[in-house]
């Protein structure tokens, strides 16, 4: 059941992100960052938190998990160090994926041509 669940998650924020591609004027972009702060909103309220205990690790695979991730992080550290801890927190859960596609994109940048 997990499985079925975790796909009609992520399959749920494909389809939403294509019909917002398909009938606005936005990008990728603009619909990636859209996702990211809609999961920061839910993370916020604690409500991602009971998305993924419902749906289960497939919660963790589309870009609003990096939102949640952000606040999560945030969150944990300023209550630990206070103010400062909300920027230091921010990285702590994200800073190995966000090193990685710095990282494979420049490898791939180096490989390959990009078109005009």
Same mark, same amino acid.
């Given at each position: 059941?997990?499985?079925? %669940? *975790?796909? +009609? !998650?992520?399959?749920?924020?494909?389809?939403?992100?294509?019909?917002? +591609?398909? %009938?606005?004027?936005?990008?990728?972009?603009?619909?990636? *960052?859209?996702?990211?702060?809609?999961?920061?909103?839910?993370?916020? !309220?604690?409500?991602?938190?009971?998305?993924?205990?419902?749906?289960?690790?497939?919660?963790?695979?589309?870009?609003?998990? !990096?939102?949640? *991730? +952000?606040?999560?992080?945030?969150?944990?550290?300023? %209550?630990?160090?206070?103010?400062?801890?909300?920027?230091?927190?921010?990285?702590?859960?994200?800073?190995?994926?966000?090193?990685?596609?710095?990282?494979? *994109?420049?490898?791939?940048?180096?490989?390959? %041509?990009?078109?005009?």
């Amino acid at each position: 059941m997990t499985y079925l %669940n *975790s796909f +009609l !998650f992520v399959g749920l924020i494909c389809l939403i992100g294509q019909i917002i +591609l398909d %009938n606005t004027k936005l990008t990728a972009g603009h619909i990636t *960052s859209i996702f990211v702060v809609i999961g920061a909103l839910l993370d916020t !309220f604690n409500i991602y938190d009971m998305i993924i205990n419902f749906v289960g690790p497939g919660a963790m695979v589309p870009i609003t998990s !990096f939102g949640h *991730s +952000l606040i999560h992080g945030a969150i944990a550290k300023a %209550n630990e160090m206070g103010v400062i801890g909300i920027l230091m927190g921010m990285f702590d859960l994200t800073a190995a994926g966000i090193v990685s596609a710095v990282f494979f *994109s420049f490898i791939l940048l180096l490989i390959f %041509n990009p078109k005009d």
